[in-house]
Structures are given as structure tokens and as C-alpha cells.
């Protein structure tokens, strides 16, 4: 049975740090590509970040240089370090699992039930 499960959400102030985690299970973790997205309020879901299984990494603009994936094979889990917050990164944060090859032009793959993250002062 594959499961995906987020943890690490809060309520942070702008400006504050949070790390997400994403442990898995049932599938091979370590050939998967990893990925986390969001869904703010009224809008559709987003890419943020995606690690393959070479430690390869991608951001959307909004995030770079402010957020950072990596994973830990040995732990099946992967992060979500997000620092310098912004109330617009308010969202469910979602981990999703997909097998190679990849693609990210839409949506596939395992996902987990989401975490929630909220920027406020």
C-alpha cells in the first residue's frame, strides 16, 4: 500500500522558517521523483519544487532562492526547507511521488494528504 505522509505545517509570521517532510512508503522511494506542491485558497494547484532521483532540483521563480528540496533515500523522505516566508505562500503544501520517466507537464503519480501552511503576523 503506497503511502505519502506531509508534516512540518504551521502558522509562522512573515519572514519565519518551516521545514515540511514527506515520508513514504510501498513503492521503490529512491527511483521515484519527489515533489511538492501547493493550493492556495480559490486557486489552482501549483508546482513549487521537484527533486529526481539524481538530487537534480527545480523551483517556480516565485520560490527560488528562498525554499529548498532535498530527500533522504535512506529515510524515504523528502523536504521542503522554506525560509524568508511570505504571506502569498499560504497554501495546502501536497508531496507527490511519480515514476520515472518523468514528466512534469500534469499532474500523476501518489500523493499525500497535504499540510497546511499559513503566513500571518
Known amino acids: 500500500q503506497v503511502r505519502l505522509v506531509e508534516s512540518g505545517g504551521g502558522l509562522v509570521q512573515p519572514g519565519g522558517s518551516l521545514r515540511l517532510s514527506c515520508t513514504a512508503s510501498?513503492?521503490?522511494?529512491?527511483?521515484?521523483?519527489m515533489a511538492w506542491y501547493r493550493q492556495a485558497p480559490g486557486k489552482q494547484r501549483e508546482l513549487v519544487a521537484n527533486i529526481i532521483s539524481t538530487g537534480s532540483t527545480n523551483y517556480t521563480d516565485s520560490v527560488k532562492g528562498r525554499f529548498t528540496v532535498s530527500r533522504d533515500n535512506a529515510k524515504n523522505t523528502v523536504y521542503l526547507q522554506m525560509n524568508i516566508l511570505k504571506p502569498e505562500d499560504t497554501a495546502v503544501y501536497y508531496c507527490?511521488?511519480?515514476?520515472?520517466?518523468?514528466?512534469?507537464?500534469?499532474?500523476?503519480?501518489?500523493w499525500g494528504q497535504g499540510t497546511q501552511v499559513t503566513v500571518s503576523p
Open positions: 507527490n511521488g511519480r515514476r520515472p520517466p518523468t514528466t512534469w507537464v500534469r499532474e500523476y503519480g501518489y
Open positions: 510501498g513503492f521503490t522511494f529512491s527511483v521515484y521523483a
